[in-house]
């Protein structure tokens, strides 16, 4: 027969057995940014391995697995503040099982080609927690790199690349593993930074003033004197003028741009002298006019005669205007310049992205669209890519 202390004994059992499953439980799963372990350094985990995040059995596990060096040297590099709060309570969140398989991957790689997709897919594995560290200061896919690559270093921030390997190979990390979404990289892709946004800007100016669109007056009928195809392209580029200059330019405002420019280049103008003239002067409005064509050769000495037209010279006016736009002169020269703006944006980084079922480690890259004020870009081998401006730089 069981005695009142006998039940006492069985009921603490149980509810320390209880606490001690909710305590592990609460350890797992456990928010990274609800921290229970704060601390600004790894130094301690470098004289004293498991001192900070208590994980005895990662600790086993690793010093088992020979690799007790390669931990501290990961600690010693690992970056200080929040980058080091998250990391510890990862690691004193692991089971048994996870510490035994994550101590097994310590410095198992030597460079990022062995990387491979499926070691993020599931994100409740081991390896898919790891990779989804986002501290303050560092991007997914870094801690995971550092943990995997033997010589891989995180720069936190404080150089303009995100990961060092071998002390020479630098490298850029991005994580697009949901989609194929294109890249955005923070200040560096500033549409204002880039000739080839100028020129746009420039282009719907010009059309603007040219038409008196903004105003409400239209000064001529643009389809009397040009094709069907640029009178169309004009006004969806007028309808559009405010968001594109805000700096949202899509893929359709993209091929209207380029529709103007090609139609405007194939518009001919064998003329060749003066047909326009401006004057200026104090109190008065300035006056353009059309004039009778004005040969260079004339324009000498102290007189210059002109008459002004007295037939419609509109398109005359107006196809010599839109010459002085450099890619109207030659379209091509539009995509050339985003390709240099590319260019620029990523030069002398080599960029690891992560990517949902594959991870392209490349400089290969092509402009996708103009969203935010910024120029997004994508891998070459990425085929429609969205525009996610959510997504971090």
């Known amino acids: 027969m069981s005695t009142v202390g006998d039940f006492k004994t069985k009921f603490e059992a149980a509810l320390n057995q209880a606490n001690a499953q909710e305590i592990a439980t609460e350890s797992i799963d456990l928010p990274l940014n609800e921290a229970k372990i704060n601390a600004e350094s790894m130094q301690g985990e470098v004289d004293n391995p498991g001192s900070i995040h208590g994980n005895t059995e990662l600790i086993d596990a690793i010093t088992k697995a020979g690799k007790i060096a390669d931990y501290k040297e990961f600690a010693k590099n690992y970056p200080n503040g929040i980058p080091t709060t998250f990391i510890l309570n990862y690691f004193a969140s692991l089971s048994v099982k996870e510490s035994e398989e994550l101590a097994k991957l310590l410095y198992s790689l030597k460079s990022p080609s062995q990387l491979k997709a499926d070691m993020y ?5 081991v390896l898919g927690k790891l990779f989804d560290q986002k ?16 010589g891989a270093v995180i720069q936190g921030g404080t150089e303009s690349y995100d990961v060092i390997i071998n002390g020479k190979e630098t490298f850029e990390v991005k994580d697009y593993s949901k989609n194929n979404a294109a890249i955005r990289a923070g200040v560096k892709s500033k549409v204002s930074n880039f000739e080839f946004w100028r020129e746009i800007s420039d282009t719907l100016s010009r059309i603007d003033k040219l038409t008196g669109y ?9 389809s009397k004197y040009f094709s069907a195809e640029m009178t169309a392209a004009s006004n969806y580029l007028m309808g559009r003028k405010g968001t594109i200059m805000s700096g949202e330019c899509n893929l359709t405002d993209f091929k209207n741009i380029n529709i103007f420019y090609e139609q405007a280049a194939k518009v001919e103008n064998n003329l060749q002298g003066y047909t326009n003239v401006i004057l200026r002067g104090p109190n008065v409005k300035p006056i353009e006019l059309s004039i009778d064509l004005l040969d260079p050769s004339q324009v000498t000495g102290d007189t ?14 107006v196809l010599s205007e839109l010459k002085r736009l450099k890619y109207v002169r030659n379209p091509k020269d539009l995509q050339s310049d985003m390709q240099k703006a590319v260019d620029q944006i990523h030069a002398g980084l080599t960029y690891i992205v992560f990517r949902k079922n594959t991870i392209n480690i490349t400089t290969d890259f092509v402009p996708a669209q103009v ?3 910024s120029l997004y870009f994508v891998e070459r081998s990425i085929k429609d890519p969205i525009i996610d401006p959510n997504l971090d730089d």
């Open 371 to 373: 969203s935010t004020s």
């Open 214 to 222: 903004s105003a409400g007056k239209p000064k001529f009928d643009i």
């Open 135 to 150: 501290p303050t200061g560092l991007g997914k896919g870094e801690a995971f790199i550092a943990w995997l690559i033997k």
């Open 121 to 125: 897919s599931n994100r409740n594995s």
């Open 304 to 317: 210059i005669t002109f008459h002004v037209a007295k037939t419609d010279q509109t398109a005359t006016y």
